[in-house]
């Protein structure tokens, strides 16, 4: 029996992908907001005949192909979009106004609904359990954590488990991850400098909040370049600044907003500390307080087990050849689907979407964000072929 290709299928299918993709692209819904997309994949899936459970984290939808028995893979999507007003130039943009799929989200579901039909299609070839994880809350909510917490991996048990980004890093036609350390451990970091309002003419009547903000972002910047191993990574990035309303007033108090990284927890934690310490000596020498506070929520790093890595690679060298294979450095971005893999083994990869000649270049989180759609196809046929050859090799 000739073996089928999953790219043939799927391109097969290409229009019935893009179609949804743009839908998606439409109507961008934010972090466990996602009702209509969450709507739309359960009438896809309702379409397709899988079963599904729902709600899982909110709005997260768990859908099973097989016999509900292990071995067991998973694939997972998120869901959500970013408050970017969209400026790319395409004619499905966004029509919520400041809402935009701007890291791709939109692709990754439509994909997993692609390799959902393609999967349904080859139900008598599945020895096991696919589940399809659509996940809620990637950009900050944590929404993996909340799948896992709501029984995402079990029943049956999840052995192996794969995520696809879109990557415009990578041409189109092309993949990349690494073993180990793909993406880092992320947090969000909030402070509030207190001093004594004010007349700006008199600040010696007041005590100057600004100033002593002001030494703590700058001083905050040697964490990095002077406490850190030189070997190991870190980022502490001050990304918000609030104060005073006036011309001519001190004001009370500096809100401030950041986000920390490093790639292991530990560094993720010295880093935290580090912060909290900083901020209070250097407001008390300028005779003011500070209060610092980790919202939560922190990911992970997301780290590739190795073998699930050279597996990947050895079935998309079938699908897409061994030269579009790139060993990708690792990135400071971070990412929930570490959450799964804290838990159990698995692999992130990089889909290639860049294309210079229909200007898909820009960054993700870009308002100009924009994919070439022929690695939808791509995606849903890796998702296939991740699942039913796993299923094989766990047998
Ligand atoms: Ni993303």
């Given at each position: 029996?000739?073996?089928?290709n999953?790219?043939?299928?799927?391109?097969?299918?290409?229009?019935?992908?893009?179609?949804?993709?743009?839908?998606?692209?439409?109507?961008?819904?934010?972090?466990?907001?996602?009702?209509?997309?969450?709507?739309?994949?359960?009438?896809?899936?309702?379409?397709?005949?899988?079963?599904?459970?729902?709600?899982?984290?909110?709005?997260?939808?768990?859908?099973?192909?097989?016999?509900?028995?292990?071995?067991?893979?998973?694939?997972?999507?998120?869901?959500?979009?970013?408050?970017?007003?969209?400026?790319?130039?395409?004619?499905?943009?966004?029509?919520?106004?400041?809402?935009?799929?701007?890291?791709?989200?939109?692709?990754?579901?439509?994909?997993?609904?692609?390799?959902?039909?393609?999967?349904?299609?080859?139900?008598?070839?599945?020895?096991?359990?696919?589940?399809?994880?659509?996940?809620?809350?990637?950009?900050?909510?944590?929404?993996?954590?909340?799948?896992?917490?709501?029984?995402?991996?079990?029943?049956?048990d999840?052995?192996?488990?794969?995520?696809?980004?879109?990557?415009?890093?990578?041409?189109?036609?092309?993949?990349?991850?690494?073993?180990?350390?793909?993406?880092?451990?992320?947090?969000?970091?909030?402070?509030?400098?207190h001093?004594?309002?004010?007349?700006?003419?008199?600040?010696?009547?007041?005590?100057?909040?600004?100033?002593?903000?002001?030494?703590?972002?700058?001083?905050?910047?040697?964490?990095?370049?002077?406490?850190?191993?030189?070997?190991?990574?870190?980022?502490?990035?001050?990304?918000?600044?609030?104060?005073?309303?006036?011309?001519?007033?001190?004001?009370?108090?500096?809100?401030?907003?950041?986000?920390?990284?490093?790639?292991?927890?530990?560094?993720?934690?010295?880093?935290?500390?580090r912060?909290g310490?900083?901020?209070?000596?250097?407001?008390?020498?300028?005779?003011?307080?500070?209060?610092?506070?980790?919202?939560?929520?922190?990911?992970?790093?997301?780290?590739?087990?190795?073998?699930?890595?050279?597996?990947?690679?050895?079935?998309?060298?079938?699908?897409?050849?061994?030269?579009?294979?790139?060993?990708a450095?690792?990135?400071?971005?971070?990412?929930?689907?570490?959450?799964?893999?804290?838990?159990?083994?698995?692999?992130?990869?990089?889909?290639?979407?860049r294309?210079?000649?229909?200007?898909?270049?820009?960054?993700?989180?870009?308002?100009?964000?924009?994919?070439?759609?022929?690695?939808?196809?791509?995606?849903?046929?890796?998702?296939?072929?991740?699942?039913?050859?796993?299923?094989?090799?766990?047998a």
């Open positions: 029996m000739k073996t089928r999953p790219v043939d299928d799927a391109r097969a299918i290409q229009d019935w992908i893009v179609q949804l993709r743009r839908q998606l692209h439409r109507f961008p819904e934010l972090m466990y907001e996602e009702v209509k997309t969450s709507q739309l994949v359960r009438q896809t899936l309702d379409g397709l005949e899988i079963p599904y459970q729902y709600p899982l984290a909110e709005t997260g939808v768990l859908a099973t192909l097989g016999d509900g028995q292990g071995p067991c893979v998973a694939l997972r999507a998120d869901m959500d979009a970013l408050p970017i007003q969209e400026l790319a130039d395409v004619p499905f943009r966004s029509e919520h106004a400041g809402k935009m799929h701007a890291c791709g989200h939109d692709c990754h579901t439509a994909m997993l609904l692609g390799a959902a039909r393609l999967l349904k299609e080859r139900e008598h070839e599945i020895h096991g359990t696919v589940k399809l994880l659509f996940q809620p809350a990637e950009e900050g909510g944590a929404g993996g954590k909340r799948m896992r917490e709501d029984g995402a991996l079990k029943k049956p999840v052995q192996r488990i794969f995520g696809l980004h879109v990557w415009p890093q990578l041409p189109v036609g092309a993949i990349g991850s690494r073993p180990g350390v793909f993406l880092a451990a992320a947090g969000f970091l909030e402070m509030t400098v001093g004594r309002g004010g007349h700006a003419a008199m600040p010696h009547l007041a005590v100057d909040p600004v100033v002593a903000a002001a030494k703590i972002i700058t001083e905050l910047q040697t964490i990095v370049s002077r406490e850190l191993d030189p070997l190991h990574s870190g980022v502490v990035s001050i990304t918000q600044v609030h104060a005073g309303e006036a011309y001519n007033v001190i004001p009370e108090a500096v809100h401030l907003r950041g986000t920390v990284r490093a790639l292991s927890m530990e560094t993720l934690r010295q880093i935290q500390k912060v310490e900083i901020a209070d000596h250097v407001a008390t020498a300028n005779r003011c307080r500070a209060d610092t506070t980790f919202p939560g929520n922190d990911y992970p790093p997301t780290v590739n087990d190795p073998h699930c890595w050279s597996f990947a690679q050895k079935v998309a060298a079938e699908l897409i050849g061994a030269e579009q294979i790139h060993e450095p690792a990135v400071m971005g971070g990412e929930d689907f570490a959450f799964y893999t804290e838990q159990v083994p698995g692999c992130f990869v990089a889909l290639g979407v294309n210079e000649a229909q200007g898909a270049v820009y960054s993700v989180h870009h308002p100009q964000f924009k994919v070439d759609e022929n690695a939808l196809p791509l995606g849903a046929a890796l998702h296939v072929a991740f699942a039913l050859e796993s299923l094989k090799e766990l």
